[in-house]
C-alpha cells in the first residue's frame, strides 16, 4: 500500500479517526480482527472506521475500542474527541458494496516460492494482465501479496488491491478499482497515474469472472500504465492476459524418507507442515514420525490449505495418527474460504471437495469425463499415453487442448523436461476417481489404464538389455505406481492382460531388488487357470522370468524344470531370443547346482546359437558364462582373456551393465591371482558404478569381493568396515563370532553367496589377529552356507577352516569338494595346504 493509497496527512495537520485509530492499533500490535474480538465489536466496524467509512461510531463503540487499546490519560481524551467531537446521533453504518476497495496487507512469510515469485515479478514487465490460476488453497493470493509488496518501487504511481465480492458487477468492480488510487471516476485515473506504472492486484475473481473482465478491459484501454495482477480459479479472459498457474509445493517423491529435519525442509510442503505442525503441538515432529510426515503431505499433494488444516491437528494427534486417520480422508478437511481482507481470511467454511468440485465444473462435459479417464494416472505420465488412455472406439484425441486446458485452471502439474511430466494434483485426482465411480465409469478406466500400462511396458523392455538400459529404467521407475496399479487390478480382473505385463518386468524388477516379490507375481498369474490359454511364447517368458528373480535370491535350483520347459517351448518356436535367453539362464542356475559340465554345454551352444545369428550382445554374454569355467578349473589367464572379450563385445553393442559386470568380474579375478590391492580398487569402481546402474544384489557382491581382498592384505580395519556397511546388525565391538541359532539366512534363502563371503572376510580378520578358534568358527559357518552358493567359496573356506586348524578331517572333507566340483586349487591355496600337510606329518610319530 503506497502512502498516497494511504492518504497520509502531514505530521503538522490534525489527525483524522481513521489515521489514529490506525496508528494506536499498530502500536498495540494488533490485527484488525484481534482489535475487534479484543473490544467485543464486529471486524466489520474497525474495518470501515480505519477506512474513513464510518465517522462517527456511538459512543459505547468508542469507549469498548478505547479500553481495547488500553488508552488512558490524554490519549484517551485525544481518541474520544476525535471520535465523537459533538454530542450528535450516530449514522446508520452503510454496509459495503461487493467491490469494496481494501488495503494490501502485509504478505506471510512463503516457503518454497521463492522463484514463483520472481518469475511473477518479471512477467509484469512484459505483460498488462498477469492472472495466478489455480485451485482454492493453493496460495494464489499470498503468491500475489508477496509479489505486490517486492515490485511496488516499480510502480510509483500507486500499488493496490481490490477483493471482489459475490454479485459484484461492472459498475462495482470500476468504481472499487478507481477508489483506491484516490479517484471516483476512470476519466480522473489517467490524469490521477499522468503515466506512471501503477499496479492494481484484484483477488477472487471467480466470483464475478464477467464484470471483473468487463471492468479491467475498461481500466487496461484507458490506462496503459496500469499493470493488473489477478488471482482466481480461471483466466479473465482479456487480450494480452498472461495465465501463470500457481502449483502446490513440492512434496518428497514417493520412497525418499528424510532421516532428520534438515533433509525434510528441502521439500517445502513438508517443511510447511513441520513448522505448523509445531505451532499447533509446541514440540516439532520427533525423528520417528518423518516418515509418516513425507507420506502424509504426498497425500495432501503440497496443498497448503490443506497442510495447514492437517497440521492443526496435531494438537490432537501425532503425525503418524494423522496418517493412519486422514491419509485417504483429504478430500473432506474442511477450513476458511481462501481470500483476504486488512483483518485476514473471509470467513466461510469449506472443504477441498467442493474447492476440486467448483474448478471441475467450469469443465465442459467432455472435459469432465477426459479427467475422470485420467484419474487412473497414479504418477506422472506423457501425452503420448494420456491419448492411449484417453482413445475411444479407434479415434485418436489430441490431447494438448485439454491438457492445456487442465494447466489453465490449476487442476494439473506439468514438471521437469522428460516426456514424463504431467500429472493431476492429488485432490483432482482424489476428486475424479469418485465422479467415475459415481458415473459407474471405474472398472472401464481401470481395465484401459492396465492395457494402456501393459503395452508400454512391452514397447519399453526391449531396452532393458543394451545401450538402451539406463534410459529405460528410468522410464519404467517414472511408471512405477501406475505398473503396481495396473498389475494389481488386472491381476484379479484381466489375468491374461497382468499376465503380459508381468513377463516383460523381470529384468527391471532384478535391478531394482524386487526379486521376490516379482516372482511371487509370476507365480500367482501361472497357476491362474484363466491364463492357461495364453500363447506358449508368453507362458514361456513369464517362466523364465520366474527363474531369473528366483536365481537372484538363491531359488534358482527350485525352478529349474521351469527353466527347461521354457528353452523346450522356445526351440520348438524357432524363438532365438528365447532360447538364447533360456540358455543364459540356465547357465547360472546349472553352476549354482554344481552342475558344471552341463552349465558350460549350455554356454557353448548359447555361444555358437549367438554366433551363428551375429547376436554380438549374446555372445559377450556367453563368454561371461564361460569364464567362470576357466577359473573353476584354476585357469585364470584363460579367465582373463575372456573377460577382455566380454568388455570388447559389450563395447561393440554399447552394452555398458555387461561392461560393468565384466570389471566387477576382473576384480574378483584379479582377487584369486593374489594381487589383493588393486583387486581392491577395482572393485570400489565397480561398485561404484552399479549404484548408477541399479542391481543391488550385485553391488553387495561387489562390495563382499572387495571386503574379503582387504582381509587378504591384512588391512583389517577397511575389511571390517565393509562388513559393517553390508551387515549393519553384524559387527559388534570385541570378537565377532558367527550368527548362531537363527544363522544369517537358512541356506539356499538368498543370500548364500554374500553369507559366505561375511565368513571369509571375519574369519581371515579373526586368522590375522591369532584367534585361530574364531576363524575355525567363521570358516565353518562360510562353508555351510557356501554349500548352496559358489563352489569356489566353498572350497576358500575350506582351504581357510584348514588353515585355522590343521585337522586331517578338514583336509580329507577339502579333497571330497574339490573332487565333486571340479575346483582346482590356486598356487596360494596349494602352498599353504603343502605346509599343513607336511606339518600334520612331521607331527606323526616316527
Not at 507375481?521 to 491364463?531: M, Q
Request: hydrophobic residues 45%; glycine residues 10%; neutral net charge.
Amino acid at each position: 500500500m503506497t502512502p498516497d493509497h494511504d492518504r497520509s496527512r502531514s505530521p503538522g495537520d490534525r489527525t483524522p479517526l481513521s489515521d489514529l485509530l490506525r496508528g494506536h492499533r499498530l502500536v498495540a500490535g494488533l490485527t484488525q480482527a484481534e482489535l475487534a474480538d479484543r473490544a467485543g465489536v464486529g471486524v466489520r466496524t474497525v474495518r470501515d472506521l480505519e477506512r474513513g467509512r464510518a465517522t462517527r461510531p456511538q459512543r459505547t463503540t468508542v469507549d469498548l475500542l478505547a479500553d481495547a487499546l488500553d488508552l488512558t490519560g490524554a490519549s484517551r481524551r485525544e481518541f474520544v474527541a476525535t471520535a465523537r467531537p459533538t454530542p450528535a446521533a450516530a449514522p446508520v453504518e452503510a454496509a459495503p458494496d461487493p467491490g469494496t476497495p481494501i488495503a494490501l496487507p502485509q504478505p506471510v512469510p512463503l516457503l518454497g516460492r521463492e522463484g514463483d515469485a520472481a518469475e511473477v515479478s518479471a512477467l509484469l514487465d512484459a505483460h498488462p494482465v498477469v492472472s495466478l490460476v489455480g485451485l482454492a488453497g493453493v496460495g494464489k493470493t499470498a503468491l500475489a501479496l508477496t509479489v505486490a509488496h517486492a515490485v511496488a518501487a516499480r510502480h510509483p504511481a500507486g500499488v493496490a488491491g481490490v477483493l471482489i465480492g459475490e454479485g459484484s458487477d461492472a459498475a462495482d468492480v470500476l468504481a472499487a478499482s478507481t477508489s483506491v488510487f484516490g479517484v471516483s471516476r476512470l476519466a480522473d485515473l489517467s490524469c490521477r497515474l499522468a503515466g506512471r506504472p501503477a499496479l492494481l492486484l484484484v483477488d477472487a475473481v471467480d466470483r464475478a469472472p464477467g464484470p471483473v473482465a468487463e471492468a479491467l478491459r475498461s481500466l487496461t484501454d484507458a490506462v496503459p500504465s496500469l499493470r493488473v495482477l489477478v488471482t482466481g480459479r480461471r483466466p479473465v479472459g482479456l487480450s494480452g492476459e498472461l495465465v501463470r498457474p500457481v502449483a502446490p509445493l513440492d512434496v518428497p517423491p514417493a520412497g525418499v524418507e528424510p532421516a532428520d529435519r534438515a533433509e525434510l525442509d528441502h521439500w517445502p510442503a513438508a517443511a510447511l507442515f513441520a513448522a505448523r505442525f509445531t505451532q499447533a503441538r509446541h514440540a516439532p515432529p520427533t525423528r520417528a514420525e518423518l516418515p509418516a510426515l513425507a507420506a502424509l503431505v504426498r497425500r495432501l499433494g503440497g496443498l497448503p490449505l490443506a497442510i495447514e488444516l492437517m497440521a492443526a491437528r496435531g494438537r490432537i494427534l501425532d503425525v503418524t495418527e494423522l496418517l493412519d486417520r486422514y491419509g485417504d480422508r483429504v478430500l473432506d478437511l474442511a477450513g476458511v474460504r481462501p481470500g483476504w481482507e486488512p483483518a485476514g481470511p473471509v470467513a466461510g467454511s469449506v472443504t477441498l471437495r467442493e474447492a476440486v468440485a467448483t474448478s471441475y465444473h467450469l469443465l465442459a462435459p467432455a472435459e469432465r469425463a477426459a479427467l475422470r479417464r485420467l484419474s487412473a494416472f497414479r504418477n506422472r505420465w506423457s501425452v503420448e499415453l494420456a491419448e492411449e488412455l484417453l482413445a475411444d472406439g479407434g479415434h485418436r484425441w489430441d490431447a494438448v487442448p485439454l491438457l492445456d486446458r487442465l494447466r489453465e485452471l490449476g487442476l494439473l502439474s506439468v514438471r521437469g523436461a522428460g516426456p514424463f511430466r504431467f500429472r493431476l494434483l492429488d485432490a483432482v485426482r482424489d476428486f475424479a476417481a469418485e465422479q467415475a465411480d459415481l458415473e459407474l465409469e471405474t472398472a472401464g478406466i481401470r481395465l484401459r489404464h492396465a492395457s494402456v500400462i501393459a503395452g508400454l511396458v512391452r514397447r519399453t523392455a526391449p531396452g532393458l538389455v543394451g545401450a538402451e538400459l539406463p534410459g529405460t529404467v528410468h522410464l519404467l521407475d517414472e511408471a512405477t505406481g501406475d505398473i503396481s496399479a495396473a498389475l494389481a487390478y488386472a491381476a484379479e480382473d484381466a489375468p491374461a492382460i497382468a499376465l503380459l505385463l508381468a513377463a516383460a518386468l523381470p529384468r527391471w524388477w532384478r535391478l531394482r531388488g524386487r526379486d521376490v516379490s516379482g516372482r511371487r507375481w509370476l507365480g500367482r498369474l501361472l497357476a491362474d487357470p484363466r491364463t492357461a490359454g495364453a500363447p506358449p511364447v508368453l507362458r514361456a517368458w513369464a517362466l523364465l522370468g520366474s527363474v531369473r528373480l528366483a536365481a537372484e535370491h538363491g531359488a534358482g535350483p527350485e525352478e529349474l524344470p521351469a527353466a527347461r520347459a521354457a528353452l523346450a517351448v522356445f526351440a520348438a518356436a524357432g524363438d532365438v531370443t528365447g532360447e538364447l535367453s533360456a540358455r543364459s539362464v540356465l547357465c547360472a542356475v546349472l553352476r549354482g547346482l554344481g552342475a558344471h559340465a552341463e552349465a558350460r554345454e549350455q554356454a557353448d551352444a548359447a555361444l555358437a546359437l549367438a554366433t551363428r545369428h551375429g547376436r554380438v550382445r549374446e555372445m559377450a554374454v556367453a563368454q561371461h558364462h564361460l569364464t567362470w569355467h576357466d577359473v573353476r578349473v584354476g585357469e585364470l589367464a584363460g579367465g582373463r582373456r575372456r573377460l577382455a572379450t566380454v568388455d570388447r563385445l559389450a563395447a561393440q553393442c554399447g552394452d555398458q551393465r555387461l561392461r560393468l559386470l565384466a570389471r566387477a568380474d576382473l576384480a574378483e579375478l584379479t582377487r584369486l591371482e593374489g594381487r589383493y590391492a588393486e583387486a581392491a580398487e577395482q572393485g570400489r569402481r565397480a561398485a561404484a558404478a552399479l549404484v548408477e546402474l541399479g542391481d543391488p544384489g550385485r553391488r553387495r557382491r561387489t562390495i563382499g569381493s572387495v571386503g574379503l581382498a582387504l582381509a587378504l592384505q591384512g588391512r583389517d580395519d577397511e575389511a571390517l568396515a565393509v562388513v559393517a556397511e553390508l551387515w549393519p546388525s553384524g559387527p559388534v565391538p570385541g570378537p565377532r563370532r558367527p550368527p548362531a541359532a537363527e544363522r544369517w539366512d537358512p541356506p539356499g534363502a538368498g543370500r548364500d553367496a554374500e553369507d559366505a563371503l561375511r565368513g571369509l572376510i571375519e574369519g581371515q580378520v579373526a586368522l590375522n589377529r591369532g584367534d585361530r578358534e574364531l576363524a575355525a568358527e567363521w570358516f565353518a559357518a562360510a562353508a555351510e552356507v557356501a554349500g548352496g552358493a559358489d563352489r569356489r567359496d566353498l572350497v576358500e573356506a575350506l582351504v581357510g577352516l584348514a588353515a585355522s586348524t590343521g585337522e586331517t578331517a578338514v583336509l580329507d572333507r577339502l579333497e571330497r569338494a574339490r573332487q565333486v566340483t571340479g575346483v582346482s586349487l590356486l598356487p596360494r591355496e596349494e602352498e599353504l595346504l603343502y605346509s599343513l600337510v607336511a606339518q600334520r606329518d612331521r607331527a606323526r610319530p616316527a
